[in-house]
Structure formats: structure tokens, C-alpha cells
């Protein structure tokens, strides 16, 4: 096991929970979408934009390929578990996740997000939607899955350590 990977839907604290890990388990954190961001040179609603969703996916692919390979926590971008071959990359380099956030809950946190453009372009019927369709995958990569419904960041976070402690040593 290499990597740590936060996996979940927009807003399903997967930022909150990877610094918080990562200060507790004192291990790196990196943001997919923020190294990608820095890659790229523009913002994500600019990369979308200006060179389309398919290329932004491609960043993704590209980072899981080609990130270092150190014993860290990434947060991925909600839409890096949907596609197959990620899945199987996040499996086979490191413990996989899921953060399992009511879309209640998530909505609360996103609808206003400008940063976000799949939010931006959504009605909150069409988000619920792809949040039902995205589950399935989450649940098909996921090693650990961890709801979040009712406990603080801090419960969270310390659940997670646990559970990576765990299987670090089985
Ligand atoms: C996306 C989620 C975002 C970001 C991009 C697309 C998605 O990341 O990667 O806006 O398709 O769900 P967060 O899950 O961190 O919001």
C-alpha cells in the first residue's frame, strides 16, 4: 500500500478529511485538483472552458499515472473514480476510501460553489441524479467505505486513521 485515496462526491469532505488525516497520521496530503490546477496553469472553471471536460479527465488519468510514488493521502475530484482504468490504478497503488456523504448534506455545502462547474451547469435534480449514478462507482473502487451523516470532521478523521492503522498492519 502506497497512497491513501480520498474518494466521494463533490463536497463530501474528502479536502477537510485528507488535511486532517494527514496531520494525524503525519504523512503528506496532495489535492488532485489543486496539482492539477498548478499543471495546467488556470483555474478549473478555465480549464473546462477553455479546453473542455474530456481534456480535464485526461489530467486526471495522467496524474495517477505519473504521481510520485510515496506513502501519502490524495483527495481525488469527484468525477476520478467513474472512469474504470482509475479505479483500477487507485486499487492496485494504495487503500481506496469512499466518503459517503447524504446529498442533502452535500448539496448544502456546493450549491453556491462557483469553483465547481458540473454545479454551475446542474439543476439540483440533475446533481442528485449523477450523485446516484456516481455511488455505484464509488462503491465498486472503494476498499473502506466511511459515512459521514451526524459525526464531526474531527470523528471522521479519527475513524479513518483507525481503519488505515489497521490494515497498515494486517
Ligand atoms: C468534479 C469534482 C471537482 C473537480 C471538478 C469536477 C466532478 O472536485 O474535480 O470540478 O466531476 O465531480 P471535488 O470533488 O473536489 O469538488
Redo the contacts with the bound molecule.
Keep these: 500500500m502506497k497512497k491513501i485515496y480520498l474518494i466521494g462526491f463533490?463536497?463530501s469532505g474528502?479536502?477537510a478529511i485528507g488535511r486532517r488525516l494527514s496531520f494525524l497520521l503525519k504523512i503528506p496530503y496532495y489535492d488532485m485538483?489543486h496539482e492539477i490546477v498548478r499543471k495546467v496553469g488556470m483555474s478549473?472553471p478555465e480549464i473546462f472552458k477553455q479546453h473542455g471536460e474530456g481534456y480535464f479527465r485526461k489530467q486526471e488519468q495522467e496524474f495517477l499515472k505519473t504521481f510520485r510514488d510515496e506513502w501519502c493521502i490524495v483527495s481525488t475530484?469527484?468525477?476520478v473514480a467513474i472512469n474504470p482504468v482509475n479505479s483500477k490504478l487507485m486499487r492496485q497503488t494504495g487503500l481506496v476510501l469512499f466518503l459517503d456523504a447524504t446529498f442533502p448534506d452535500i448539496w448544502k455545502r456546493i450549491h453556491k460553489d462557483v469553483n465547481?462547474?458540473?454545479v454551475q451547469a446542474s439543476t439540483r435534480e440533475e446533481l442528485e441524479k449523477l450523485y446516484m449514478m456516481r455511488k455505484r462507482y464509488y462503491k465498486a473502487t472503494t476498499h473502506i467505505t466511511i459515512r459521514t451523516e451526524g459525526r464531526t470532521l474531527r470523528q471522521i478523521t479519527e475513524y479513518a486513521a483507525f481503519q488505515v492503522n489497521r490494515l497498515k498492519s494486517e
Design positions: 463533490m463536497g474528502k479536502s485538483d478549473i475530484g469527484g468525477g465547481r462547474p458540473i
